[in-house]
């Protein structure tokens, strides 16, 4: 006996791109999540046997955990996005569009320029430091190290958004609108 398929082409169009990038999103929110969740759960044990005669630190912490709670919250919201993108939930073409936009302009562009402000700010405290007093061989490789890293973070979060700029615009094209359906009937 043959196995008769439904001809869905909405599921047969082969390799879509958007995808790809819609499944790298899903995938680094997670992670962001896991991180978030951890760095509140240390957060919450080293808050827990502070004394209540400690009010400032008190208060930075709760702050922290604050953030912790809000970042992890938008990175669940993304992977819930995402997964429901993937799935092709008609309601989350829209939701992904915005998320795309919104990361694009916050975490990409002033994130970016944000993180270049303060590492130059850095930067010339430091070479103001090493003029004075110069730096061991080692501090020198560390401040190399440091400089490093932050010159791929900003060229991660630049490439990132035309990346995300396209996903947006992807997801609005009648091609891949079309790949999105309803709630189906049981």
């Known amino acids: 006996m043959l196995l008769k398929v439904r001809g869905d082409k909405s599921r047969t169009d082969g390799f879509a791109f958007w995808r790809l ?3 790298l999103i899903l995938l680094l929110a997670a992670y962001g999540c896991l991180q978030y969740a951890l760095h509140a759960a240390r957060l919450w044990e080293t808050l827990q046997p502070l004394p209540a005669s400690d009010a400032e630190d008190i208060q930075q912490l709760h702050r922290m955990l604050a953030w912790d709670v809000v970042y992890f919250l938008g990175a669940f919201a993304l992977v819930v996005i995402c997964a429901g993108a993937i799935l092709r939930q008609l309601w989350s073409r829209a939701a992904l569009q915005v998320a ?15 993180l270049y402000s303060q590492w130059h700010q850095f930067s010339q405290g430091m070479a103001a430091t090493n003029a004075q007093s110069g730096l061991d061989t080692a501090s020198q490789l560390a ?4 400089h490093r890293s932050v ?11 035309p ?7 992807a997801l609005g094209r009648p091609e891949v609108k079309g790949q999105f359906h309803g709630r189906r009937p049981r």
Do not use: E, N, R, Y
């Not at 795309?100 to 944000?114: D, E, M, S």
């Open 143 to 146: 401040l190399d190290q440091m």
């Open 100 to 114: 795309a936009v919104l990361l694009a302009v916050g975490w990409g562009l002033v994130g970016g320029l944000t």
């Open 151 to 161: 010159l791929m973070a900003l060229a991660i979060k630049f490439l990132c958004v």
């Open 21 to 23: 990038v819609t499944w």
């Open 163 to 169: 990346v995300l700029a396209w996903l947006a615009w």
